[in-house]
DNA sequence: CCCATATAATTAGTTTGACTAACTAACTAA
DNA sequence: TTAGTTAGTTAGTCAAACTAATTATATGGG
């Protein structure tokens, strides 16, 4: 077994996480949706409607870019604009009930390939993951 | 405590690793390199020299998209291209100094980042994440 | 009150990174 | 030897990122 200090723990992590979640992305392309689309609407159905500088913080990316990529999603039906009643500058933008199911499609093609190969996990293992998942959401928080 | 079936676990580690490494991406902007510039390089220095269509594979883009993109690593002198003595076909990519530093400074402020919260966790805590990282590499390989 | 400054979103223009199609060079096997 | 395949590049297009600048609205201090 490896050191357990905190660095060489962040490093497995780390790596596991990323080669995971690659493994998982094979099946975006089931919804026909880009990556930043298919990860904005994720946002917007888990976080529900937001403004759209709060959209791009949440996505790492500027204005300007979230502006044209929720203009896109928009013109495919997606999400909608709506007005902001305290704030006239400000927009609320929220899922619409055909970008929520594309969304979910995507979602579903994701975990069904997680979920198969956690499926030959022992109930132990399960658990195990599962306590780590819980310990991974607090990582993402900054203290 | 949730349920423990594949599925529900597989959804909760889904999410807290997309959470988490989206935290400690933040930390990339310190190399002045994008995230595929980054992250082809990883791949070259934890996998080693290793072909363009073996590293286009690897990052799940086309051989037209990564050769350009290791144009513009060797044009930065993060990369070598080399013939391949058996198939003079084939290029052989490997790191430079300069390219293995720089990637190394990206993941040490990542690192940074993850170790400096995974330090606030238990003993018990950081031995649970660490067994969940070698899970999480299992589920990354194809059954 | 109103002006200065800040904030929300958009528009314009550029760069980077993705794709497909088409190409050259080299290897492999009938 | 020649037909087919594989490795990599080039050309051209499109999506998605950025910065700078614009418009509209809020807000706080004199």
Redesign the pocket.
Known sequence: MAKDDALDVAERVHKAAIRMLRAARVADATTG?????L??LSVLVFGGA???????KA??????????????LEAEGLVA?RA?K????????EVTAKGRALMEKGRQARLALLTARVAKLSRAERAQLDAAAALMLKLAVAA
Chains 1, 2 share one sequence.
């Open positions: 949706l880009s990556a930043p689309k990860s904005a937001m403004s759209l500088s709060a959209l791009a996505e790492q990316v500027t204005a300007p870019t979230m502006s044209k990529l929720v203009g896109d604009k902001d305290a704030d006239k500058r400000g927009l609320r933008i």
